[in-house]
């Protein structure tokens, strides 16, 4: 099955500075990575996904990139402010069984300090 | 925001107390999900439902068991609750498969066991 690691665990930056999460995956027929950010007390949104036909994905802020070969994805913000601080979870397809579902990254929290 | 009401969002149990959760769609979503959070696990998959009367075991099914009699309404289930299911515990709904769509995350219900 997929299994899906993510780093680092905590992440503190000056704002205005980048921050980047990585994260590996497990079974190279994945083909759907997002990325969901946590606000304290909230549930998790997505923020961002990247599917595997393509190397890199940007919105404003905030990027995704792909290596399929190294089977690793990551997360890049850029210009960070107070407001990006969070938990960040990564995520890929268990493949299977006919409906498939996600697995998720054990979470990086991002705090930005003014 | 998706209209997804957890309830309760607190419960404080003893050990070998039934607890039933409830999820509450108002989206008319397929599919539907119950994750639990722990520090260091991130989200881990307990159960999910592909439909009416559907449903299957997800990464930690053990200890839970789920049902969902309308489109509308997801219950998770601890039979006989022990202190390790002590966590926060997410309900999601997706329209379409979880490795190529959206998921949407209610606000959570956190669960002591005593």
């Known amino acids: 099955g997929e299994n899906v690691e993510q780093h680092p665990s905590t992440l503190s930056v000056q704002e205005g500075d980048s921050a980047v999460i990585k994260c590996t995956y497990s079974d190279s027929a994945s083909n759907y990575f997002p990325w969901y950010k946590q606000e304290l007390g909230k549930g998790p949104q997505l923020i961002i996904d990247i599917r595997s036909n393509v190397g890199e994905k940007k919105d404003q802020r905030i990027a995704v990139t792909l290596n399929k070969t190294a089977k690793h994805f990551s997360l890049h913000i850029t210009e960070t402010q107070p407001e990006d601080s969070a938990v960040y979870f990564c995520a890929a397809p268990l493949l299977g069984g006919g409906y498939n579902k996600l697995i998720f990254g054990a979470g990086t929290r991002l705090a930005v300090h003014p | ?114």
């Open chain 2, 1 to 114: 925001d998706a209209g997804i009401t957890q309830s309760p969002r607190h419960k404080v149990t003893e050990t070998g107390t039934p607890v039933t959760l409830r999820c509450h769609q108002t989206e008319n979503h397929r599919y539907m999900y119950w994750y639990r959070q722990d520090p260091g696990h991130g989200l881990r998959l307990i159960h999910y439902s592909y439909g009416v009367k559907d449903t299957d075991k997800g990464e930690v099914s053990d200890g839970y068991s789920v049902s969902r009699s309308k489109t509308e309404d997801f219950l998770l289930t601890l039979e006989s609750a022990t202190s390790s299911q002590t966590s926060v515990y997410f309900c999601a709904i997706s329209e379409v498969q979880g490795d190529t769509g959206e998921l949407f995350f209610g606000e959570g219900s956190r669960l002591t066991v005593l």
